[in-house]
Each structure stands twice: as structure tokens, then as C-alpha cells.
């Protein structure tokens, strides 16, 4: 790696970090005003315990860079193929100055990735999850399975050696994280609502469901914003560090970044205009995240046109998959990052085996998909039902009726406005 490429990936890494916050935002507008505090909070705690833990467990796992040295695998061999499952880089990311350029970027990439994972379920668990249970669920994320499923995606494990053992396209394709990510997360999301359960209130009798929007849009619709800026850093550094990309490709990988979410507000807009009349705020910036979150798998790989289908498909999808979770399925997702990161990022990996140019890809992707859905999320869902009796996750009554603030901080975010009680707790 050049030194100017090593120091335009880095200045793009350096901007990535506004992706978590813009996510933070969105989780925090999107709650009620009585915990917006630990909300926000609990982001920044969460994204410590995430990467103080990668760097104590997860790092050796996940094992950046093949080929670099103290950068290997651990396989097995079977049907005389070679699986590469895990890394066995150095403990507490010992020699990583003296590692290759691209092999210390892969790695501070892989830090910011294992944030953003940890963080997208806080958001489903507003208004009664605990910190410390969000903590705790954040370390088991970063020290055992992220790392696999970031090996596995992009430090040489078998889903990105499938073309090369099984003629697969270029094996599983994943350059922003739109699986080891985005759906990883969306699916701690999913089994933290299932375990957590509703809010109280938000379902009072079967088939019906309570209103309870979040407290805050112009967090939410900054939060999108800002995430965007997030975004085409993340997809561009993501390129040249997993895909390979020249530098003449990032102008497009930004571009597409831009393109595929604004597809989505586009659709979302119009399909919340059409069936209430006016645009919905949340549900258009959900809609936003949906396409940003699908392009972190197709931004580097598709023409400008196909980023617009990707965006306007996730965009319609997104308030229609709210709706039905919510009135169907009695799921409580406060910030949407269910439909937002695990189908958005669903949809990602599946576009990019549609549009992928290479013969084959598309099974490479569904190989990532079945592996995702059918290995990790009985696993997260196992795990951390197994982590609410040691640290149960749900706030008791008396603290959901104060709101998180007063009772896991013991101040509001808000104290000057009196925060009136609800309807369902007199």
C-alpha cells in the first residue's frame, strides 16, 4: 500500500466515526424524553466496552489481514478444501505497529465496525433496557461474535475464500459490513426485543398498539444527516481495504453511498404520503438508514443505477416491515433497527449477488446470508437469553414509570419541562 493511500484511507476512517453518532442520534429522538440521557449515554458506554473488549479478545479472533505476519488462521480441513474459522493474531494487538499499512488500517476499520455492531441494538431496547445489561451484551458482542463473523467476511475465513475453493464469484461480498455489521446487529436487536419484551403500554390488548413516537425529530433527522457524511467515508475505506478498489473507484463508491440512500428517503417519502397523507418524519429517516445500510454492501460493486433501484426497493420496504412488525407481530422496535440494519442489510448482500458481475456470486451470498441467519441468530438469541439471568436486561416497573434518566442516572435530559406520566401507568 502507497503512503498516499495508506493517508487518504485513513482521513476516510477519521470520518467514519460520525456514523455511529448519527446512528446514537437517531436512537436517542427516537425514544421518549425520559431516558434521552442514558440513551445517549449508554452509546458512548457501550461503544467503550465494545472496543476495550475487541482489543483484549476479539482482535486475536478476528485476525485482519492474511499473510501479514502474526496474521494467520486457524483451519480444518474438509472435503479437501482448507475452512479457515478464526484468526490468531497477537494478544492485545501486540506487533501491530510493525505490521504491514494495509494490516493497521484493517484493524482500526474492524474497531469502528465492532461499535457500530454493539450499538444498533441499544436503540430496540429503549425505555427499558438496562445499561448495564446493554454493556454487558456489548462485550459478549465484541469478544466472541463479531470477531468470527468478521474473520469469516474479511480476514480470509472461508465465506471469502468461496471463490477460490468453490469457484463461488469472489467469494462472499461484504465491503462496508453490511452483514457482519449491520444484520449481526439487527439480529442482537431482534433478540433483544423478543427477550426484553414490549414496552408497557404499547400493546394494551391484542390486535391494537399504542402510539408512542420518539421525542425528538430534529435528533433524528440531524442524526440522518450526519450519519450520511459517516457513511461514504465508511463504504469508501471499506473498498479499498476489503475490495481492493483503486482510488479512481472511491469517487463512485461515495456517490453510490449518496444515490441508494437517497432512493430510499425518495420511496419512504412518497409511500408515508400516500397512506397518511403526509410524509412521517421517523419513518422517512429510517427509511434514509435502510438505503445507507444496504449501500455498505453494494456501494463499491454496482453502477450508479442499480444504487437508485437498491435504495427505492429498501425504501418502500421500510415503513411497510415497521408496520407489519408493529401491528402483526406485536414487536416493539422504538428505533426501527430491525427493518433498518438486519433487513436493510439483508437486502444489501442480496443486491450485490444480483448486480455482481461475476458468474456465481449470487450463491456466495446466499451461502453469507444462510450462514448469518441460520449459525448466528440462535446463537445471539441463546446467548443472550442465557446473559438476562446473570444480568437481567429489563428495568423494573417503578423505573420504566420514572423513565431511565431518573432511575439510572438520577437526572433527566430535560430538567426544566415537568415530563408528564402516561395514561397506561395511573
Known amino acids: 500500500m502507497s503512503e498516499i493511500v495508506f493517508a487518504l484511507t485513513f482521513v476516510l476512517l477519521l470520518l467514519s466515526p460520525l456514523a455511529i453518532a448519527g446512528v446514537a442520534l437517531v436512537n436517542t429522538g427516537l425514544g421518549r424524553s425520559r431516558s434521552a440521557a442514558q440513551a445517549l449515554l449508554g452509546s458512548l458506554a457501550i461503544l467503550t466496552v465494545a472496543t476495550v473488549t475487541f482489543a483484549i479478545f476479539g482482535a486475536t479472533l478476528a485476525g485482519s489481514q492474511p499473510g501479514a505476519a502474526g496474521f494467520q488462521g486457524l483451519s480444518f480441513n474438509a472435503a479437501g478444501k482448507s475452512w479457515n474459522w478464526a484468526g490468531t493474531a497477537p494478544f492485545l494487538l501486540g506487533g501491530l505497529s510493525g505490521a504491514p499499512l494495509q494490516a493497521q488500517l484493517a484493524v482500526l476499520f474492524e474497531f469502528l465496525a465492532v461499535g457500530m455492531t454493539a450499538i444498533v441494538p441499544w436503540g430496540s431496547g429503549a425505555d427499558r433496557w438496562r445499561l448495564t445489561a446493554g454493556c454487558a451484551s456489548a462485550a459478549l458482542i465484541a469478544a466472541l461474535l463479531f470477531p468470527f463473523a468478521a474473520h469469516w467476511t474479511w480476514g480470509g475465513g472461508w465465506l471469502q475464500q468461496l471463490g477460490v475453493n468453490f469457484g463461488l464469484g469472489a467469494g462472499f461480498l461484504d465491503g462496508g459490513g453490511a452483514g457482519c455489521v449491520h444484520v449481526l446487529g439487527?439480529?442482537?436487536?431482534?433478540?433483544?426485543?423478543?427477550i426484553a419484551g414490549p414496552r408497557r403500554g404499547k400493546f394494551p390488548q391484542e390486535g391494537l398498539s399504542t402510539a408512542m413516537p420518539g421525542h425528538n425529530a430534529v435528533y433524528v433527522l440531524f442524526g440522518s444527516l450526519l450519519a450520511l457524511v459517516g457513511w461514504m467515508a465508511w463504504n469508501s475505506a471499506g473498498a479499498v481495504l476489503w475490495l481492493h478498489a483503486p482510488l479512481s473507484a472511491l469517487?463512485?463508491?461515495?456517490?453510490?453511498?449518496?444515490?441508494?440512500?437517497?432512493?430510499?428517503?425518495?420511496?419512504?417519502?412518497?409511500?408515508?404520503?400516500?397512506?397518511?397523507?403526509?410524509?412521517?418524519?421517523?419513518?422517512?429517516?429510517?427509511?434514509?438508514?435502510?438505503?445507507?445500510?444496504?449501500?455498505?454492501?453494494?456501494?463499491?460493486?454496482?453502477?450508479?443505477?442499480?444504487s437508485i433501484l437498491i435504495g427505492v426497493i429498501?425504501?418502500?420496504?421500510?415503513?411497510?416491515?415497521?408496520?407489519?412488525?408493529?401491528?402483526?407481530?406485536?414487536?416493539d422496535d422504538p428505533s426501527g433497527a430491525i427493518s433498518v440494519h438486519l433487513v436493510g442489510g439483508l437486502w444489501g448482500l442480496f443486491s450485490a449477488g444480483v448486480f455482481a458481475?461475476?458468474?456465481?456470486?449470487?450463491?456466495?451470498?446466499?451461502?453469507?446470508?444462510?450462514?448469518?441467519?441460520?449459525?448466528?441468530?440462535?446463537?445471539?438469541?441463546?446467548?443472550?437469553?442465557?446473559?438476562?439471568?446473570?444480568?437481567?436486561?429489563?428495568?423494573d416497573p417503578d423505573g420504566e414509570r420514572l423513565g431511565m434518566d431518573l432511575h439510572e442516572?438520577?437526572?433527566?435530559?430535560?430538567?426544566?419541562?415537568?415530563?408528564?406520566?402516561?395514561?397506561s401507568y395511573r
Open 186 to 194: 439487527g439480529m442482537a436487536a431482534l433478540s433483544v426485543v423478543w
Open 251 to 306: 469517487p463512485l463508491t461515495a456517490l453510490n453511498t449518496l444515490l441508494t440512500a437517497a432512493g430510499a428517503l425518495a420511496a419512504t417519502f412518497s409511500v408515508t404520503s400516500t397512506r397518511f397523507g403526509k410524509p412521517d418524519a421517523s419513518l422517512c429517516a429510517n427509511g434514509w438508514l435502510t438505503g445507507l445500510v444496504a449501500s455498505t454492501a453494494t456501494a463499491g460493486i454496482v453502477p450508479p443505477a442499480a
Open 314 to 331: 429498501a425504501g418502500i420496504i421500510t415503513p411497510l416491515l415497521v408496520e407489519v412488525m408493529e401491528l402483526a407481530l406485536s414487536i
Open 357 to 395: 458481475p461475476k458468474p456465481g456470486q449470487m450463491v456466495a451470498q446466499l451461502v453469507g446470508i444462510a450462514t448469518l441467519l441460520g449459525l448466528f441468530l440462535p446463537l445471539i438469541y441463546l446467548l443472550f437469553s442465557l446473559l438476562n439471568r446473570w444480568v437481567p436486561f429489563r428495568v
Open 409 to 423: 442516572l438520577g437526572g433527566g435530559a430535560y430538567p426544566e419541562f415537568v415530563i408528564h406520566r402516561d395514561e
